[in-house]
């Protein structure tokens, strides 16, 4: 056996499902039909950040889309077809777009750092800090700065998955849906609320308002 191989993986992953099957033998041919999950989670492809565990949901609970620095562009079709997906098919009640601190892609925008073809895709993070620039600037230091953007990006995937035609679209049909924007401490292991739950045009209205107001847009 060579010593590159990945049995130890395999080994982990029959040992888990094993201990699954143990408490509920028939779980994997019950889920084998169909998923019903509540929630798309829209998150950073950081190692650190892994979504289902650190909420502790099992397989079948959660939608994922994840990517580096949780950005929801909307002309990204491979984000768009997943929330098409949860919104339209699976009708997930909660959408929720969640960043953490210290994330690499973020910092790289803040401080230009350059990594190759990334930094095209972290551009979108230097939109978010040229917007904020003069709040962003009050902050004494780089920490500071750098945790206020991740959740200023958050903030503002929140209201970009929030106007988009797809989210929209449910709003108007009546479908119950909710918008929530949450940040994660790789730190401590705990999530935090960005007190933004967000199920209607005139809440994103009101909460893009609030928002502006804080950061001194307006
Ligand atoms: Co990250």
């Known amino acids: 056996m060579s010593q590159n191989n990945l049995e130890h993986l395999l080994v982990k992953n029959r040992q888990w499902a094993q201990r699954i099957k143990d408490d509920d033998p028939s779980f994997f041919q019950q889920l084998s039909s169909q998923q ?32 580096v620095a949780n950005l929801v562009i909307h002309t990204d079709f491979n984000c768009l077809s997943v929330m098409q997906y949860a919104i339209d098919v699976l009708q997930v ?17 803040l401080q230009n750092q350059q990594f190759g073809l990334i930094d095209n895709w972290l551009r979108h993070v230097q939109d978010v800090i040229a917007k904020y620039k003069n709040y962003l600037d009050k902050f004494v230091t780089e920490q500071e700065r750098l945790d206020q953007l991740c959740e200023l990006n958050v903030i503002e995937q929140v209201f970009n998955v929030c106007e988009n035609t797809l989210v929209r679209h449910a709003w108007n049909r009546g479908q119950k849906l909710s918008v929530h924007g949450w940040i994660y401490g790789v730190e401590d292991g705990l999530l935090r609320d960005l007190s933004l739950n ?18 001194g847009l307006i």
């Open 198 to 215: 967000v199920s209607s045009i005139e809440e994103m209205k009101s909460s893009v308002h609030h928002l502006f107001t804080k950061t």
């Open 93 to 109: 009640e909660h959408i929720i777009v969640c960043g953490h601190y210290r994330c690499g892609g973020i910092q790289a925008a």
């Open 36 to 67: 019903k999950p509540r929630y798309l989670w829209i998150g950073c492809a950081d190692s650190r950040v892994p979504c289902t565990q650190l909420v502790d949901l099992l397989p079948g609970e959660m939608f994922v889309h994840r990517n």
